[in-house]
């Protein structure tokens, strides 16, 4: 058997609940800067572990990721096109690097981050796991069945729930996202894969109780109606 290199996809994570590469034990990790981490789309990060930089070599190179002994060379009167780059692949993470950021989405997240770095990961992470396992407790009641893990070791904010069948799902899905006027909406998302799945909700830090309440006694409505 031999030991395969493990990825961590953690858009899903970084943001909503404490992440550690090396606990995790994992060879890369990639997470963007939207969703959870609440910044501008078109950012995000790259992580290997610092022992893997030199056995692995990127299918395409970006031209940058060299190392310069006299820095960017632009503005230099004997800039060559081929010497200047003539130069060993850096030994960092950027080797890897194929993309350009813009720069609103860098200062964006930047902004985003230094929020975050206020607020502290340690009390987001508290209150979004509080907040997951109180939508469990409160959608259960609702009538609700969960798809997703209900372990509270396992459950943060994300969470997938059905309410029996796909059809209801997407009346459920219609009625909340686009209630009747006079009623706010409420923002979930439909997801499923190999016939597992049904609603998804996102509860974050700057959620509330009351707003796991009402989506709990909409849902319920909703069930209620469609079981008559």
């Not at 395969?4 to 606990?23: E, K, M, N, R, S």
């Not at 964006?108 to 981050?113: K, M, P, R, V």
Request: charged share 25%; with cysteine; glycine share 8%.
């Amino acid at each position: 058997m031999r030991a395969a290199p493990t990825c961590d996809d953690a858009f899903q994570a970084v943001g909503a609940i404490l992440v550690d590469v090396h606990d995790d034990d994992v060879d890369f990790l990639v997470t963007g800067s939207y969703k959870w981490q609440c910044g501008p789309e078109g950012a995000g990060l790259f992580y290997i572990r610092k022992d893997l930089i030199p056995q692995l070599e990127p299918r395409f190179r970006n031209y940058l990721a060299v190392e310069m002994p006299r820095g960017l060379p632009f503005s230099l009167p004997d800039h060559d096109n081929v010497t200047d780059w003539d130069h060993p692949q850096i030994q960092t993470a950027e080797k890897f690097s194929l993309g350009t950021v813009t720069g609103p989405s860098a200062f964006g997240w930047l902004a985003t981050l230094k929020f975050i770095e206020r607020v502290g990961m340690a009390n987001i992470d508290r209150r979004v796991r509080h907040l997951g396992q109180y939508a469990v407790a409160a959608l259960r009641e609702a009538g609700a069945t969960f798809t997703s893990p209900t372990d509270p070791k396992k459950v943060h904010g994300l969470l997938t729930y059905t309410t029996g069948s796909p059809e209801r799902d997407l009346t459920s899905f219609q009625r909340l996202n686009a209630p009747p006027i006079g009623k706010r909406p409420i923002k979930i998302s439909m997801r499923a894969l190999g016939n597992v799945g049904g609603l998804r909700v996102s509860a974050h830090f700057f959620n509330t109780e009351q707003e796991i309440d009402d989506l709990a006694r909409r849902q319920g409505e909703i069930i209620a109606s469609e079981r008559r």
